[in-house]
């Protein structure tokens, strides 16, 4: 299968900072990445679309101005969680498309952002 | 909205036993359902995908059913080994005009035991 690389695997940040979480399609085309947010034995919840050149689309609920998605490259994603909260602290995966193969084909997920707030 | 169910939340077994994990869909209008597989503090690994068109599908001891009409789908464990262990989630594909998304169920907490 396709590899999406995610970084950093485990970041701590202290409270009011900004973190940025990278996601990247290595060998394929990815024109839509999806943003996840995971809590303990919890399922995911999306937060976000994002089509390649386009404004990410945020699930209802989400606050676009504290989740910051880019979508500048067709191999790039980035999440920016800003002015980071305790309550942020949270699982964080990304999963990458490239919806030109077809609807049938499957997502491709990265290895997840383990991101503490203190 | 479509929502998922999984069905056992946890589940402990012995090495070598043969198991099943269930996972329900209330809207029948998929694309396809994908099981995987979440190691702790991990991604997610893609382990079956079946097609809404197809019934099931298989790689080595995995099998993997699909009934839409009832919005049920199984995954078979053969001869289970510790290094089974782990979160299994299932996903299903909703047909969207805009672009599909996956919607997920809470998972199963396998632990194989030896």
């Known amino acids: 299968g396709a590899v999406v690389s995610q970084h950093p695997s485990r970041v701590i940040c202290k409270s009011g900072t900004s973190v940025k979480i990278e996601c990247r399609s290595l060998d394929f085309q990815a024109t839509t990445m999806f943003w996840y947010r995971q809590f303990p034995k919890k399922s995911l919840m999306l937060m976000a679309t994002?089509?390649?050149?386009?404004?990410?689309?945020?699930e209802q609920g989400v606050e676009k101005d504290k989740f910051l998605i880019n979508h500048a490259s067709l191999t790039l994603s980035t999440l920016t969680v800003t002015s980071a909260h305790p309550e942020d602290s949270s699982f964080y995966i990304c999963?990458?498309?490239?919806?030109?193969?077809?609807?049938?084909?499957?997502?491709?997920f990265g290895q997840g952002t383990r991101l503490t707030v203190v | 909205k479509q929502e998922v169910t999984q069905i056992p939340a946890a589940l402990s077994v012995p090495e070598g036993e043969n198991l099943v994990l269930n996972c329900s869909f209330t809207d029948s209008a998929i694309y396809n359902l994908q099981w995987f597989r979440q190691d702790p503090g991990k991604g997610l690994t893609s382990l079956l995908l079946i097609q809404s068109s197809q019934r099931e599908q298989t790689s080595g001891r995995l099998n993997a059913s699909l009934d839409k009409s009832s919005g049920r789908s199984t995954l078979y464990i053969a001869a289970s080994q510790p290094g089974d262990s782990a979160t299994y989630l299932c996903a299903v594909k909703v047909r969207e005009t805009s672009g599909s998304r996956l919607t997920f169920g809470e998972g199963t907490q396998l632990t194989v035991n030896p």
């Open positions: 999963s990458a498309r490239d919806f030109r193969q077809g609807t049938t084909t499957e997502a491709f």
């Open positions: 994002s089509n390649e050149g386009s404004k990410a689309t945020y």
